[in-house]
């Protein structure tokens, strides 16, 4: 990004985050790169970009309708494609989280979210289930490449329940019956309390691994939901991800700012790391 200026983030904003568990920041991606990665998403779904076991083209036989639903998200392509990469380390976005959860950074995961009309949300859950750190650290970065709202799915958050600790023994996660899906006790807890990310493409929703949220299914006739979701922890928290709790998985996470005394990786692709 040759025209970056550093995001600085206020007083009122890590207030926001901390009150509410979620802080969005409008307009943080500019409009040509919104554009860059809606093309992208096209190119994913039309099969111009094959990746085996990962991304493999439509049927031939595919209807234009079997094509733009055959996903509805695709995991950890910043292995794989450049442009994956280059988001993950977006720097204004590295900026908000360096305050966030900072000032040291490690990038661990990126999610492209492509959810069609007529495609199903996910129940509660919290992300850091999935994604261990200790101590805890993790925030996601959630770029809207789509406007998204109640209509197509937007995400919703249970305010508060950023305070709760991660439900390691909960059962169900991501069903999307509260009955079945015992977060929807824990979320019970805070009637009145869950909130809409109404987001204009281009804006960023941050939010810390801990609290509950879900999304609906996309209810809209002809309008996507698309997004590309980043997650990060303090690079001096541990991870096990992905494997027992003794193995240390830090050697798979990328040093995006800062500096650790655990073990990390480089950027695949080259793109430069703020390392201080």
Known sequence: ?????????????????????VLIVRDL??????????????DIMEGKIVIPGQ???????????????????????????????????????????????????????TMLFLKAPGQDGQGFHQD??????????????WIALDDADEENGCVWFVRG???????????????AD?????????ANKYPNQEFPAVLK???VAFFGGKIIHRSHSNRSEDRRRRAFASHYGNARSWTHWGAPLE????????LARGQTHLPYRQPTFGHPCTIS
């Open 247 to 254: 193995v240390c998985r830090n050697k798979n996470q990328i």
């Open 1 to 21: 990004m040759s025209d970056y200026q550093k995001y600085v983030v206020s007083v009122e904003e890590v207030k926001t985050f901390h009150e509410d568990g």
């Open 178 to 186: 509260v009955e079945v899906n015992s977060l929807g006790t824990i």
């Open 161 to 175: 329940t950023q305070h709760e600790p991660v439900y390691h023994q909960a059962e169900h996660i991501s069903h």
């Open 201 to 203: 493409a281009g804006d």
């Open 29 to 42: 991606v500019k409009p040509d790169e919104i554009q860059e990665l809606l093309g992208h998403t096209v």
């Open 55 to 109: 991304i493999e083209p439509p049927d031939n036989n595919a209807t234009a309708e079997e094509i733009e639903r055959r996903y509805v998200r695709i995991h950890q392509l910043h292995f794989h494609l450049e442009i994956h990469e280059r988001y993950l380390l977006y720097p204004p976005i590295l900026d908000v989280i360096e305050v966030l959860i900072g000032p040291d950074i490690m990038a661990m995961q």
């Open 128 to 141: 850091s289930y999935y994604i261990p750190t200790y101590p805890e650290t993790l925030c996601s970065a």
